[in-house]
Nanobody
Framework: QVQLVESGGGLVQPGGSLRLSCAAS????????MGWFRQAPGKQRELVAV???????KYADSVKGRFTLLRDNFKNTVSLQMNNLGPEDTAVYYC????????????WGQGTQVTVSS
């Protein structure tokens, strides 16, 4: 069973930065896509950023220019560098992966809380 383990969440002041990491228990080459979603209280889960095996990362409009998705093939990790954070970024962030051989197989991490507050 594939596992995605997230780390790096926490409390940060507005304008600050955080880096989230997602470590996969298998080679990330088995995934067609990896990325991050987030869910704020009372809202639906939304895509933040995704990296497909072919192509450049895609970002939600709300995070473009502030967030960067980074992939480390050797460590089997996908990280999300978040800069200039604002209260609107407060949410639980989930790592997500789609299996290359069968895209119906979707994997999620357990979630990590990001709180932006002064």
């Amino acid at each position: 069973q594939v596992q995605l383990v997230e780390s790096g969440g926490g409390l940060v002041q507005p304008g600050g930065s955080l880096r989230l990491s997602c470590a996969a228990s298998e080679s990330i080459f088995m995934f067609n896509a990896m990325g991050w979603f987030r869910q704020a209280p009372g809202k639906q889960r939304e895509l933040v950023a995704v990296l497909f095996s072919t192509g450049s990362p895609k970002y939600a409009d709300s995070v473009k220019g502030r967030f960067t998705l980074l992939r480390d093939n050797f460590k089997n990790t996908v990280s999300l560098q978040m800069n200039n954070l604002g209260p609107e970024d407060t949410a639980v962030y989930y790592c997500h992966a789609e299996q290359r051989s069968d895209p119906r197989n979707i994997y999620w991490g357990q979630g990590t809380q990001v709180t932006v507050s002064s």
